[in-house]
């Protein structure tokens, strides 16, 4: 029979064995817990879930699945109340999420930058802005707030739908009845426009649709082609690019705390793998060369109306003192420095 004394020191070694190899000890084990709560607004038929699917299975394969991730799509587990989704994870009800920043506005006011109109004309000004000095200064803005983030993803350029007709110039959106989400900047923007806003959750949105309690949206393409917009009436699109979501990858701060440093690390890089192909996915048949994409939804019987640089100046110029009066709520000082972030972008 072994001593005592030898079993202490066998089980002390075995440990910081453990640690060199960065394996949890046994003590922190403990502290995992058996299954992570991932909370999405939508699931794995569109780009933003497939890139959830894509992180929790990296995290199990990089941590030898000690860390086990479940997907709740939907925002589930706060009852499909999107704009709940932050204080939900920073009270720890959610693990971990991919969550739009438009979403996360309304407690954080920084990422109304996003929802700025006609701030990014094109993709190169969207990662002008995630990849530069102004998406670290938003991740330190929401490590201060209360939750760890890792990484971007993308949910896209947000394009006008509607059920009536063709829209062209913002005379054309007058008296439409416009679904909208998040933060009162959205109904800032469409009443400038002439349309009538109504704010509502993704899941009530739908039904909205369909019944033609709503004429319009406003949401990415690959949005429009999962959901199958097409299907509740929304026959028009204007392609105008008035606001992209970008998607921020966190975890609420207890739970990153209780894991190792090396599996921390884990995580995050499985994180930024998953962003860049998320992004990948949410950008296919719309960056490339003739936008692919559209002509598929135009094979649904879909009218995709391309605005002239003029048509689009037009919605520019009726939004711009929405734009004004948001540079001062979000931050004069944040709202510059994309501005020029932008200006000096790669093309
Ligand atoms: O609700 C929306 O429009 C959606 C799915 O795009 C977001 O969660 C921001």
Not at 16 to 26: C, I, K, N
Not at 74 to 88: H, K, M, N, P, Y
Not at 201 to 220: I, K, L, R, T, Y
Request: hydrophobic letters at 45%; aromatic letters at 8%.
């Amino acid at each position: 029979m072994k001593s005592r004394r030898t079993l202490i020191t066998t089980a002390l070694a075995a440990a910081s064995m453990g640690l060199a190899l960065g394996l949890p000890t046994a003590a922190q084990a403990q502290n995992y817990k058996s299954e992570y709560r991932m909370s999405l607004v939508v699931g794995t038929a569109f780009p933003w879930g497939k890139g959830g699917e894509i992180w929790a299975n990296k995290v199990k394969e990089k941590t030898n699945g000690r860390i086990n991730i479940k997907l709740y799509p939907g925002v589930s587990l706060i009852q499909g109340d999107q704009t709940r989704e932050f204080s939900a994870l920073r009270q720890g009800v959610i693990d971990m999420a991919i969550g739009s920043t438009i979403n996360w506005s309304p407690q954080v006011k920084q990422l109304n930058l996003f929802s700025l109109p006609f701030l990014m004309p094109d993709y190169a000004a969207i990662d002008a802005l995630t990849q530069g000095e102004v998406g670290k200064q938003i991740f330190t803005i929401l490590d201060k707030a209360g939750v760890v983030p890792l990484a971007w993803g993308e949910n896209g350029y947000r394009e006008l739908t509607n059920s009536k007709h063709v829209v062209k110039s913002p005379a054309d959106l007058k008296g439409l009845k416009i679904r909208v989400v998040g933060s009162p900047l959205f109904l800032d923007t469409f009443t400038a426009l002439g349309a009538n806003p109504t704010q509502m959750s993704w899941a009530d949105a739908q039904p909205a649709f369909a019944s033609g309690a709503v004429d319009g949206q406003e949401n990415p393409m690959s949005i429009f082609t999962a959901a199958k917009l097409q299907n509740v009436g929304q026959k028009f699109v204007t392609m105008w690019g008035y606001v992209a979501d970008p998607l921020v990858f966190v975890v609420n701060k207890e739970v990153w705390n209780s894991w190792t440093p090396a599996d921390r690390e884990h995580v995050r890089q499985a994180a930024i793998e998953a962003g860049k192909e998320e992004i990948a996915i949410a950008r296919k048949g719309l960056a490339d060369a003739g936008q692919p994409l559209l002509k598929e939804i135009e094979g649904m019987g879909v009218t995709v109306t391309r605005l002239s640089a003029d048509e689009r100046a037009a919605f520019v110029k009726a939004t711009k003192p929405v734009y004004d009066k948001w540079k001062g709520q979000i931050g004069t000082d944040l709202v510059t420095m994309a501005e020029k972030a932008i200006a000096g972008r790669k093309q």
